[in-house]
């Protein structure tokens, strides 16, 4: 494996809404993810229709982008016992990605993360954790992780009853098999609700690469400023990304830092666009890229998926990368 992605396994079912009123009237708060129970899912599910379904999930959407790029990207989490769940299996598969799947004892079903997508290319979310909630270490040593040059976990995993163990864990078993890890910060709320546990994972020297946008870093940090934030968490980390939108995205390699370009796209739905730039930016590392064109190729990744409804690729990455992209830096 290139990269082991470790997240919340959740089907997800996309829809557009005509604006933030009408995503106010489904239940759901506008441009933020929300965690509700089954219930509040089921009335979301029924507020509106032509919802469009995949296998998704964070690091499941990061492993399809690898895939996609063709690297061998693998996905662990938890799963319920009904059809669906093998159904999500089988979409990932075809996608050409690695999977290994717990059954959650409890019997809950599978995880759901309802998206609206508005006319401006915002996404909010309404997410049920479901079986993906009952994650345990023993099926992330069951994957492989050894095997793995990378283990990457999203920060979502710590809203998790269990999820701090399961990291904790993924990051003793990458340190003993010599598996470099990276950290997702995930979203501002994650950051907000585990800052201290983010924080000492990252000052424990287990992390070797995070990725967040500028609001989760200024918010983990304190910092004032992008610089001052990027060199704070640099100081923490190996490597430190920085994502800015429209503006491309940062990185900080101990006191050396550098900016890239976002790759030009129509912004139609940013749903998955962390997720796909790191799944460019891991690919190109594992590949032996340096840096600054790993995170090129994380901007390529990303602005394909926002030019269409969903979290994945809809076309070949490989095919559409421009070549120069694969070519290391002399």
Same mark, same amino acid.
């Given at each position: 494996?290139?990269?082991?992605?470790?997240?919340?396994?959740?089907?997800?079912?996309?829809?557009?809404?005509?604006?933030?009123?009408?995503?106010?009237?489904?239940?759901?708060?506008?441009?933020?993810?929300?965690?509700?129970?089954?219930?509040?899912?089921?009335?979301?599910?029924?507020?509106?229709?032509?919802?469009?379904?995949?296998?998704?999930?964070?690091?499941?959407?990061?492993?399809?982008?690898?895939?996609?790029?063709?690297?061998?990207?693998?996905?662990?989490?938890?799963?319920?016992?009904?059809?669906?769940?093998?159904?999500?299996?089988?979409?990932?598969?075809?996608?050409?990605?690695?999977?290994?799947?717990?059954?959650?004892?409890?019997?809950?079903?599978?995880?759901?993360?309802?998206?609206? !997508?508005?006319?401006?290319?915002?996404?909010?979310?309404?997410?049920?954790?479901?079986?993906?909630?009952?994650?345990?270490?023993?099926?992330?040593?069951?994957?492989?992780?050894?095997?793995?040059? !990378?283990?990457?976990?999203?920060?979502?995993?710590?809203?998790?009853?269990?999820?701090?163990?399961?990291?904790?864990?993924?990051?003793?078993?990458?340190?003993?098999?010599?598996?470099?890890?990276?950290?997702?910060?995930?979203?501002?709320?994650?950051?907000?609700?585990?800052?201290? !546990?983010?924080?000492?994972?990252?000052?424990? @020297?287990?992390?070797?690469?995070?990725?967040?946008?500028?609001?989760?870093?200024?918010?983990?940090?304190?910092?004032?400023?992008? #610089?001052? @934030?990027?060199?704070?968490?640099?100081?923490?980390?190996?490597?430190?990304?920085? &994502?800015?939108?429209?503006? @491309?995205?940062?990185?900080?390699?101990?006191?050396?830092?550098?900016?890239?370009?976002?790759?030009?796209?129509?912004?139609?739905?940013? &749903?998955?666009?962390?997720?796909?730039?790191?799944?460019?930016?891991?690919?190109?590392?594992?590949?032996?890229?340096?840096?600054?064109?790993?995170?090129?190729?994380?901007?390529?990744?990303?602005?394909? !998926?926002?030019?269409?409804?969903?979290?994945?690729?809809?076309?070949?990455?490989?095919?559409?990368? #421009?070549?120069?992209?694969?070519?290391?830096?002399?």
């Amino acid at each position: 494996m290139d990269v082991l992605c470790v997240g919340n396994a959740l089907i997800d079912r996309l829809a557009w809404a005509p604006d933030a009123d009408a995503v106010r009237r489904a239940g759901m708060e506008p441009g933020v993810m929300t965690l509700i129970d089954g219930e509040r899912a089921a009335a979301i599910e029924a507020s509106m229709e032509g919802w469009h379904e995949v296998a998704g999930g964070c690091a499941a959407n990061t492993a399809s982008g690898i895939a996609s790029l063709g690297g061998r990207g693998a996905f662990v989490g938890s799963i319920g016992d009904e059809a669906s769940s093998r159904w999500y299996a089988d979409d990932l598969a075809a996608q050409g990605v690695q999977c290994t799947l717990s059954i959650a004892p409890s019997g809950q079903a599978t995880g759901t993360c309802h998206v609206l !997508v508005t006319a401006d290319g915002q996404r909010s979310m309404a997410t049920h954790l479901g079986a993906a909630s009952e994650l345990e270490p023993e099926t992330v040593q069951a994957a492989g992780i050894g095997a793995a040059r !990378v283990a990457y976990l999203e920060g979502y995993l710590l809203d998790v009853p269990a999820g701090a163990r399961t990291v904790e864990s993924t990051l003793d078993l990458a340190r003993a098999a010599g598996t470099l890890v990276s950290l997702s910060l995930s979203d501002p709320f994650v950051v907000c609700r585990h800052r201290q !546990v983010i924080a000492d994972l990252l000052s424990s @020297g287990s992390v070797d690469l995070v990725f967040g946008n500028e609001t989760e870093m200024l918010e983990l940090t304190g910092a004032a400023s992008r #610089p001052d @934030g990027l060199t704070e968490l640099a100081s923490l980390v190996p490597v430190a990304v920085m &994502t800015l939108g429209a503006e @491309g995205a940062a990185v900080a390699v101990g006191h050396e830092t550098a900016n890239v370009p976002a790759y030009p796209a129509e912004r139609v739905d940013t &749903t998955g666009a962390g997720d796909l730039f790191a799944a460019g930016c891991l690919y190109g590392l594992t590949h032996g890229l340096p840096p600054e064109q790993a995170l090129q190729m994380g901007a390529f990744a990303a602005s394909e !998926v926002i030019g269409h409804l969903g979290a994945r690729p809809a076309v070949s990455l490989r095919d559409a990368l #421009p070549a120069s992209y694969l070519q290391p830096a002399h």
